[in-house]
T-cell receptor, first 113, second 114 residues
Framework: SQKIEQNSEALNIQEGKTATLTCNYTNYSPAYLQWYRQDPGRGPVFLLLIRENEKEKRKERLKVTFDTTLKQSLFHITASQPADSATYLCALDGAGGSYIPTFGRGTSLIVHP | KAGVTQTPRYLIKTRGQQVTLSCSPISGHRSVSWYQQTPGQGLQFLFEYFSETQRNKGNFPGRFSGRQFSNSRSEMNVSTLELGDSALYLC?????????????FGPGTRLTVL
């Protein structure tokens, strides 16, 4: 069955460092991969989308890579700030042309001042 | 532009009751998707509506149903509530249906079933 794995342990880093979050998947061939940010008690907020034929995408301090051979996406936040502390979710969809988005359980990022 | 709104924000029900949740998408968005979020299962897709038609459906029992109105507003209904239905229910809107669309989520409705 399809499976998306994100590190369940919180990632603790110091302000100014680069945070790297991982999203691995199995038994899945998504056409798209998205990253969302979710703060406690709020709905997820869209950050970036990357297509299967794209290797990398950037937006300000954010960078996403998508390796369909390794079945892995890496999400980087450079020059991290305490305000970046949140849970980050990856989501896959478009496998086989269908639209049933599948979300990972998210990784909590804590940036210490 | 106003964001996605959901009402009510909090709800307490007892087992066996039914509940209706409401979602108003961003103006101009015609697709509304519903999700259930629990600590154990994460965010799970319930269904998607586009132009008043259910386009896609996740793996949930028939107790979960929904509809969309001509103004794109959507409602979700859960009948015969079970304790396990306690969750944060999120709706998300997007401009159109299909893969690869940016979704805009509402704040969610926190449902507690006693």
């Amino acid at each position: 069955s399809q499976k998306i794995e994100q590190n369940s342990e919180a990632l603790n880093i110091q302000e100014g460092k680069t945070a790297t979050l991982t999203c691995n998947y199995t038994n899945y061939s998504p056409a798209y991969l998205q990253w969302y940010r979710q703060d406690p008690g709020r709905g997820p907020v869209f950050l970036l989308l990357i297509r299967e034929n794209e290797k990398e995408k950037r937006k300000e301090r954010l960078k996403v890579t998508f390796d369909t051979t390794l079945k892995q996406s890496l999400f980087h936040i450079t020059a991290s700030q305490p305000a970046d502390s949140a849970t980050y979710l990856c989501a896959l969809d478009g496998a086989g042309g269908s639209y049933i988005p599948t979300f990972g359980r998210g990784t909590s990022l804590i940036v210490h001042p | 532009k106003a964001g996605v709104t959901q009402t009510p924000r909090y709800l307490i029900k007892t087992r066996g009751q039914q509940v209706t949740l409401s979602c108003s998408p961003i103006s101009g968005h015609r697709s509304v998707s519903w999700y259930q979020q629990t600590p154990g299962q994460g965010l799970q897709f319930l269904f998607e509506y586009f132009s008043e038609t259910q386009r896609n459906k996740g793996n949930f029992p028939g107790r979960f149903s929904g509809r969309q109105f001509s103004n794109s507003r959507s409602e979700m209904n859960v009948s015969t509530l079970e304790l396990g239905d306690s969750a944060l229910y999120l709706c998300a809107s997007s401009v159109t249906s299909g893969s690869g669309n940016e979704q805009f989520f509402g704040p969610g409705t926190r449902l507690t079933v006693l």
